[in-house]
């Protein structure tokens, strides 16, 4: 009978026993839990000071500088993250139990990516907001499968 994950009857179980006494022994585990809730702080600051913009067309840079920090918090998460599933799955990303969730955060990643691409190539002030409501709204979907995974412990 084949055994590959197309085929086999699919677990309740997001960690095998040795995984889940790695998650818990290492220190990357808190990394992702003290950056996940920063990032969706500064997201959703950031979400006001675009809206804002958008709205009103005050406070450009102030929005900018916002989107910049979120960005940053977004590379810092993926890095982090990828070394905690080497230490937790052996491998640094892509994990079967993880594999949607990261194949959704590279999506965000190059939207936030987009936007920065659009910020230094002096795109229209509105295109470059709209970008990144694009980028927050793949957040959001990424964040809200992260979420129902956590859930599944």
Known sequence: MPSD????????????????????????????????????????????????????????DVATYSIIIKTAILL????????????VFGQYLFAPAFFWEDVVSFFVIALHLAYVVALLQHAPQVQQMWIALAAYAAYVINAAQF?????QL
């Open 5 to 60: 994950s197309l085929t086999a009857t699919p677990s309740r179980q997001l960690y095998s026993v040795d995984e889940r006494a790695r998650r818990d022994a290492t220190v990357w585990t808190l990394v992702q839990g003290i950056l996940a809730p920063i990032q969706f702080v500064v997201f959703l600051i950031s979400l006001a000071l675009v809206a804002r913009f958008l709205i009103t067309g005050a406070g450009y």
């Open 76 to 87: 810092t998460i993926m890095v982090t993250g990828a070394i905690w599933e080497k230490v």
């Open 147 to 151: 979420l129902h995974k956590l859930r």
